[in-house]
C-alpha cells in the first residue's frame, strides 16, 4: 500500500529562506506547495526546485486571494509563513510611523491572515511555522520598528498553539541570514555589514538560507514541539 506524502505549504517560498526550506522538505519525502507574488521569482522557483514542487502565484496581503488559495490546495498537512519584510529600521525619534505600519501590513497581517485561512482545511494536528526574527529578541537600538513586527508573530505563537491545539504552532527567529533580504546593499556593504555581524555572532559567521530551513524541518517532523519559538542566530542576540 502507498503511503500518502504529507504537504506542506510554504507562503513566501520563493526565495531565501522560504526556497532553501522547500528544497529541504522536498529532500525528506514532502510534497511541496511554494506561493509567492513576483513572476520572476516563480519561475526562478520553479527552475530551482527542479519540477520537484508546486509553485503557485499569491499575494498573500489580500485576504480573499489567501482563501480561494487554500481552498483550491484543499486538504495538507503543514504550513510555514516565510514572508519577509524590511521597514522599520531606525532610531525611534525619528523613525517614520507609517513605514512600521507598511511593515505590519507586509509581514505581519498576511502571516496571520494566511494561518487563519488555512484553518479550515489544514490537518487538525498538523502544524503552522511563523519566521519572525531576532530583532524581537535582541533590544538593539534602532529596531524597535522591526521588533515590533516581528515580536507580534512571536508572542502570538504560544497563545495561537493553546487555542488551536492540536494544531501545533511554532516559529523560528532567524537572525542574519545571507538571503536577497540584504539586496538594499550592493555587494562591498554586504560584505563588510556581513563581517561585521560575524565578529559578533559565537559561531563566527552570519547564517546560510538551509540553517534556517533545518530549523524548520525540524518543527515540522517533530510533533512534541509546539508553542515554541525557536532561535536560530548563531548566538548572534548573545554577543550584541
Known sequence: MTKT????????????????TARRLIGDGLKVTVAGRSDAKLAAARE???GKGNVVKLDAGDAAQARDFFHRVGAFDHLVLALSGGR????????????????????TWPHLSCAQAALPTIRKDGSITFISA??????????????????????ATPVLAAELRPLRVNAVTPGVV???????????????????FAAKTPVGRVGKPD????????????DFVTGHVLTCDGGLRLGA
Open 5 to 20: 506524502l504529507e504537504h506542506a505549504v510554504i507562503i513566501g517560498g520563493t526565495s531565501g529562506i522560504g526556497l532553501a
Open 48 to 50: 530551482a526546485l527542479e
Open 88 to 107: 522599520g529600521y531606525g532610531p525611534f525619534a525619528t523613525l517614520d510611523l507609517a513605514d512600521v505600519r507598511r511593515a505590519f501590513e507586509e509581514k
Open 134 to 155: 531576532v530583532s524581537a529578541e535582541m533590544a538593539a537600538p534602532g529596531t524597535a520598528g522591526l521588533a515590533a513586527v516581528n515580536g507580534a508573530l512571536t508572542a
Open 178 to 196: 545571507d538571503t536577497p533580504w540584504w539586496d538594499f546593499m550592493d555587494a562591498g556593504q554586504r560584505r563588510e555589514a556581513y563581517a561585521a
Open 211 to 222: 540553517d534556517i530551513a533545518k530549523a524548520i524541518a525540524f518543527l515540522i517532523a517533530n
